[in-house]
């Protein structure tokens, strides 16, 4: 797979406070790739970087076959759709209105305002002021301004946060459609069940360092506990380690007909964080 994304040994500072340290990882063509995270570890530093908003203060970048200095040219932020908690609207304007000026911008085909609405579920909204429009049908306004141009590399910093159920479910299935037909997503979130949901790999960033990477499944069984949970109709809850030793005791639980539940050791993309970094993902 031809690589997209290379970062190495980036570092960013803002004075004396160190935002990365080091950081390093890839993205190769047609991946969801989640950059993992509490607020203040610093993902979106690391998009601002990408998007050439940011120098680098050590380090290297390479996106798209440009080294950070080329971040400026045009042709390379055409290759992009941004999504950051600066994309914004022109609240006056309707819907379509808002898409065709971007459209006229990029110089695509008029069929794509549509079709990305459709996308979405908003056609039906597309001549209503965008003043009109809720939270999350904006939020969806905005992930159509950034894939109107079809482009080959997507930067989501935190697309669904604070978004109702439905619109977040409605975001997960355009992401996955896009990635079906080739496009490369980089996505910053602290949602963990979103990462397991939507990405081939993901980086835990966490004070500025990379502390872990790999597939959320692979992660999840890296750090699962060779243990089975049993828990009782009394609300008793026993933890016994999986071994030959203890194959009478589960044997025996496992046919008591108090029992509730039995499962072995399996944790969660939000526990292996925990475990790996000591810190709750607030």
Same mark, same amino acid.
């Given at each position: 797979m031809? +690589?997209?994304?290379?970062i190495?040994? @980036?570092?960013?500072n803002?004075?004396?406070? *160190?935002? @990365?340290?080091?950081?390093? %990882? &890839?993205i190769?063509?047609g991946?969801?790739?989640?950059?993992?995270?509490?607020? $203040?570890?610093?993902?979106?530093t690391?998009?601002?970087?990408?998007?050439?908003?940011?120098?680098? #203060?050590?380090?290297?970048?390479?996106?798209?076959?440009?080294?950070?200095?080329?971040?400026?040219? !045009?042709?390379?932020?055409e290759?992009?759709?941004?999504l950051?908690?600066?994309s914004?609207?022109?609240?006056? @304007?309707?819907?379509?209105?808002?898409? &065709?000026?971007?459209? /006229?911008?990029?110089? +695509?085909?008029?069929?794509?305002?549509?079709?990305v609405?459709?996308?979405?579920?908003?056609?039906?909204? /597309?001549?209503?002021?965008?003043?009109?429009?809720?939270?999350?049908?904006? *939020?969806r306004?905005?992930?159509?301004?950034?894939?109107?141009?079809?482009p080959p590399?997507?930067?989501?910093?935190?697309?669904?946060?604070?978004?109702?159920?439905? #619109?977040?479910?409605?975001?997960?299935?355009m992401?996955?459609?896009?990635?079906?037909?080739?496009?490369?997503?980089?996505? #910053? !979130?602290?949602?963990?069940? &979103?990462? +397991?949901?939507l990405?081939?790999?993901?980086?835990? @960033?966490? $004070?500025?360092?990379?502390?872990?990477t790999?597939?959320?499944?692979?992660?999840?069984?890296?750090y699962?506990?060779?243990?089975?949970?049993?828990?009782?109709?009394? $609300?008793?809850?026993? #933890?016994?380690e999986?071994?030959?030793?203890? %194959?009478?005791?589960? *044997?025996e639980?496992?046919?008591?007909?108090?029992?509730? &539940?039995?499962?072995?050791?399996?944790?969660?993309?939000?526990?292996? %964080?925990?475990?790996? !970094?000591?810190?709750?993902?607030?």
């Amino acid at each position: 797979m031809k +690589t997209i994304v290379k970062i190495a040994e @980036l570092r960013k500072n803002f004075g004396h406070e *160190q935002a @990365l340290k080091g950081i390093q %990882f &890839e993205i190769k063509s047609g991946e969801i790739f989640g950059l993992l995270g509490p607020s $203040g570890s610093g993902k979106t530093t690391t998009i601002k970087l990408l998007t050439g908003e940011l120098d680098p #203060t050590s380090g290297s970048l390479e996106v798209l076959g440009y080294s950070s200095e080329m971040f400026g040219r !045009t042709e390379y932020l055409e290759k992009l759709g941004i999504l950051s908690d600066k994309s914004a609207l022109y609240e006056r @304007l309707t819907v379509a209105d808002n898409l &065709e000026l971007y459209r /006229k911008l990029y110089n +695509t085909d008029k069929e794509k305002v549509d079709e990305v609405l459709e996308a979405v579920g908003l056609l039906d909204q /597309k001549n209503k002021r965008v003043s009109k429009l809720s939270k999350g049908m904006k *939020q969806r306004i905005l992930l159509c301004k950034a894939v109107l141009h079809a482009p080959p590399l997507l930067l989501l910093d935190e697309p669904t946060s604070a978004l109702d159920p439905n #619109t977040r479910e409605r975001i997960h299935e355009m992401l996955l459609k896009l990635k079906e037909s080739g496009t490369t997503i980089l996505l #910053t !979130t602290h949602d963990m069940d &979103e990462a +397991t949901l939507l990405c081939d790999n993901v980086a835990f @960033l966490h $004070g500025g360092i990379i502390k872990e990477t790999g597939s959320p499944e692979d992660l999840r069984n890296k750090y699962k506990r060779n243990v089975v949970h049993i828990k009782y109709a009394s $609300g008793l809850i026993k #933890t016994i380690e999986n071994s030959s030793e203890n %194959f009478n005791q589960i *044997q025996e639980a496992l046919f008591d007909q108090n029992l509730i &539940e039995m499962h072995t050791d399996f944790p969660s993309l939000g526990e292996v %964080f925990k475990n790996v !970094t000591g810190k709750e993902l607030i």
